[in-house]
């Protein structure tokens, strides 16, 4: 028995029957004695529905607008879900975001939390109800509505469990969890009981979408266990916590291989070698809010060397014309690029302090015929630039190679 | 040039499209120098969708949550609608009821305005704005979300319109004005360039169904001119307003004929005539919420009389049950009922010290050979109940018999 918050994901209150659903699974829990904070996204595509009716008033909607407007989506989500609730007998209030306390900035569309007053939730739990909050949502200190933007509903229920010093966060979404491989693609692939927030963070920015990072970052800054798993099985989840109890040796292992085909790759050669190049490079490309990812320089030779990174395709057009004015600008050779590449990650604890597992990786993707193009680390991550049409066999020959199926 | 506050109902902002064609009416009055306060229902069918919702969750959704769910119908079609403002150059910017300073009780479902504070409005209307609201709700001390009730946006706009000493109230709705019959009936009815708050209220109450009496009734008290026009046509309408201006002989005409033909009709026979007898049927009836309109008790013969009286034909069933049993109680001769009687009024100021008018409508009626079953009359207005077969008859000979066609 505890203080619990729960968040469910749109698809699992995609319409009334599957409200109902999350209602009597929420039921069992309030029965079992624990205190529940819920946390709803808006009902399947509705979102996607009040932008398309916007566009269709307004070529370019003001933020401000078209935050009050997808506003409305959680707001309805949680009336019902406390209305099926109370239907079967748990006592719910609904609570907008403003109500349920979560102040933020006016960044319209991307609002971040600035502060969270829980004392109308808490009230409402000592008297014995189950607050259902609308996610994705806040108020600024002018009373005017905000959005969190990408992930919201995930960082209202991580930020609401910090600020009430929840026992946990549960998110239930349409997967069963943390896998040590995407299933689809190695079929023996193992749920994880347990990861680390950085192991999930790596895994995440690395192709391994569940969770947005944002809410598993403020998670780990407020030490809050988070939780994953399915909204329509009862099969265990994997919880997201610090990995303090463990010994040296459990930490020390690979927890899972991440990859991801959307990788553009740009490659400028000849650049001269002279302090102020990478920023000229990559100033304007942050200006115009394209992410680089993996950016690798060589040595140089004759003061001239190449430098390759990466960005999402949707970005890689805009990225190559920039980057071939700056080329110029600063005489570098040529600029090449493509995108038939893909990222394919090792992702553990204090894995860079043992050699062993970049030989194992390096081993394994040689055995089976694979060319690596490029190799980045971080302190717990090894990430290779591989052919895009080998992905799929690669992230297979190294999750045998780490032996991820027994965990 | 002056204050304005506009409404524009579910019909008139039902899409995308109708909403951009508000938006341009909006930006020709806005281009006239006007200030602009606009009020708008939730578009089309929204609220009745979400009501089915709310049903397919619940047996029974518990008012403030259903009030929470309702009010997000208007915030919608208020951001859609400040969008689509901006999107042809006029500054706007839209409000709930909450940031337009609309403070409710807590009644849901039918909350009462208990104050307006303008001063964001006031604040936005300096600035250029149009300021877009949602009707039809407010807030409690509480920062609970409540809606009005029937007639609720119309109250939102009058209300507004008093707090903000705006020049007039217009509400745009898919009729053209008030007329001195229902058009439908008689072809040749003429639109009314004015009418009074009184003669408003007595033909909407006896049927004419425009504009709900409350926010009528706000009108009056708070002296907002009122102007009832047609969103989709530019044809002038009708102001409602105090007919000060007039001479007594223009006041004292009759303006109109309305018809109803929602009538359950219930006779008591042979009710003892002793004091607490009225009081002992009328008060399970209002207990249990049913409205009890045109009650006529006969003259007593041998301390027993006959007690007349209708309501909605929703309500007649439930109505007659009550009744029975109170009049077993009081030793009552007999309980009558029937549902196929209709109301037709004729409403004018000043009509009861003229008692000619009278006199032609009993004789207009009987001349179409109509018989009349009950009279009532109020200040400004004479009903009488009829076979509801012969309504629109009565309704074309009154029409003719006070020669309205010609103004």
Redesign the interface.
Known sequence: MGLIVQKYGGTSVAD?QR??AV?HRIAQRYQQGDQLVVVVSAMGNTTDR?IQ??Y???????A???D??L??GE??SC??????L??IGVPA??L?G??AGIGTDARYGRARILRVDPSRILSHLREGKVAVVAGFQGITEE???TTLGRGGSDTTAVALAAALKAQRCEIYTDVEGIYTADPRVVPEARKLERISYEEMLELASQGARVMHNRAVELGWVYKVPIYVASSFTEAPGTLICLQEGESMEQRNKVVGIAHDTDVGRITIRGVPDRPGIAAAIFTPLAEAGISVDTIVQNASVERLTDLTFTVAKADLRKAVEMVRHVAQEIGAKEVLWDDVMAKVSIVGSGMQSVPGYAATMFRALYQAGINIELITTSEIRITCLIDASRVEEAVRALHRAFQLEEG
């Open positions: 009334a409200i109902q209602a009040l009716l916007a269709q008033v307004s070529p370019e909607p003001e401000r607008e078209l009050l407007l506003s409305t707001v309805v009336t019902l879900l406390a209305m099926a109370r239907a209030v609904a907008t403003a109500q009373m005017d509505i």
